[in-house]
């Protein structure tokens, strides 16, 4: 029971970190239009900060997850909203990948990679609000 609290705990604190990377990247990298060269190369090293923080949250969010499955021996809760929840992780995952790529893309001065990126960016709100939700749904 104690293990099975502390790998919930990092899963809720990879949460937590996580949705500072969700959120925190959009409203650093906003502040680079029309900022100086040397403003965006400051806030360009703050976004990349935000990445890894967000790269490793996710990591662990998804083996505190498989940890969790595994100690109590399967879902847990209603299989339904559980293989909903698996999907739209996948999609957040997918939409994360686009994004890094995208922004790749715009940090190079490509306008059209930069619009992309802002609609990436409202996806990923979008889907991490839902992935909490559902995860509600499921487990209670």
Do not use: C, Y
């Amino acid at each position: 029971m104690l293990l099975e609290t502390l790998i919930l705990w990092l899963h809720l604190i990879a949460l937590g970190l996580g949705g500072a990377a969700v959120f925190g990247i959009p409203v650093v990298a906003s502040a680079m239009d029309g900022a100086s060269n040397d403003a965006r190369a400051v806030l360009n090293g703050r976004v990349e900060a935000l990445g890894k923080i967000g790269s490793a949250a996710l990591g662990l969010i998804i083996v505190t997850g498989l940890g969790i499955l595994g100690l109590r021996g399967g879902i847990g809760g209603d299989p339904v909203w559980f293989w909903i929840k698996m999907a739209l992780v996948v999609a957040f995952v997918v939409t994360i990948a686009l994004a890094k790529r995208t922004g790749a893309a715009a940090m190079t001065g490509d306008q059209a990679a930069a619009g992309r990126l802002k609609a990436l960016s409202m996806l990923e709100f979008v889907l991490f609000a839902l992935v909490i939700l559902v995860a509600l749904l499921t487990f209670g």
